[in-house]
């Protein structure tokens, strides 16, 4: 469990901060909210004490004797602020101390992340540009904001990410610091399959597998937390689109691999791709044949057989065809047996598919599939093997972004 501090500012999408909350307490963690006076005209008090279960105030001058404005600060492990206004920014770099929040900010030792929402204009603003540039020198996290349906008829960057989204980021910072959602994919152009491919045997059935597409999930919010613009081909996932990632969904692998190719070499004003991921399960067969109509038992034409025909291997042809300087990172799921450990295996697979990075996650014993937490090593071309990376989903896609980052030719 660890103590967060959930700043709320004045804008509308305060709202969402009670869902943040409820996420942060839901995972367990102790949290304290403080909104300024203008977020409590959106939500109030009550809210935030009844999910909290601590007392919320807005001014330095509530519970002097307890030293509020500097001890709040002080004990954080994390400090959240959900929504953070172009005001509260501004405030923020310019070190003003005059509201509880402002002075717990200037108080806090632990990391502070930021999620801006504002209208498009606000966020664009060179004034706001600049205090995000300088809040982000001095080490805090600011995410980039989500780009849709803003209040009004307004569409456009300045949405707040969803709280599931904040709160899944919220543990990569508890777990690796600011530095784990710092901005060094800003600027590249990366792409990630997810999920399972879904093989049609007729119209209502499917070969299919287990994958819940939740690491390629994490890979993406990750990524685009980090600045990245980031596309997701998803094979069946029917989670919501995490913030600041355009989706395209697909069905089979044939589907996947003509997404695959055409984003990792992008088209028009979009160009190649700088990172592709390939995390999604793809189906190695497919049935030979896909009955028209449903596959009826009893009938002269009831299967007794499945004839299968191999897949395209999607991430080999995208090695052969990558456009210079693309990274590849694929995925293995291995098993040690007689002949090799789970290692050994990996580095024959790196070398046969050609890529600059494998994920290996040891499936052994039936471990990994649907579960929240994963466990990975990321083997480079070279051989050399990352630490095991361990935790929540996110937290295993900072360290495998970290390595892709080293990784990434400079520009
Ligand atoms: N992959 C792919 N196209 C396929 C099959 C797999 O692009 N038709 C990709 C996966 O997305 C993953 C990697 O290749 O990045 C996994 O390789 P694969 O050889 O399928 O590994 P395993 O499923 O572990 O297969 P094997 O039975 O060969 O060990």
Redesign the pocket.
Known sequence: MSKIVLGVGGGVAAYKSALLLRALTEAGHDVRVVPTASALRFVGAATFEALSGNPVSTEVWDDVPEVAHVRIGQTADLVVVNPATADLLARAAAGRADDLLTATLLAAHAPVVFVPAMHTEMWLHPATQDNVATLRRRGAVVLPPAVGRLTGPDSGPGRLPEPADVAALAEVVLAGGAAALRQDLAGRRVVV?AGGTREALDPVRFLGNRSSGMQGWALARVAAARGAEVVLVAANVEAPAPFGVRVVPVGS?EELRTAMHAEAAGSGDRGPADVVV???????FRPGTVAASKLKKGSAGEPTALDLVR?????VELVGGRPAGQLLV?????TGDDEADVLTHARA?LQR?GVDLLVVNDVSAGRVFGRSDNEVTVLAADGSASPVLSGPKDTVAAGIWDAVSAALPPR
């Open positions: 399959s692998a390939m995390a999604a399960a793809v189906a190695d897949n395209p291997d999607v991430l694929g995925f293995a799921a291995e697979k598919k």
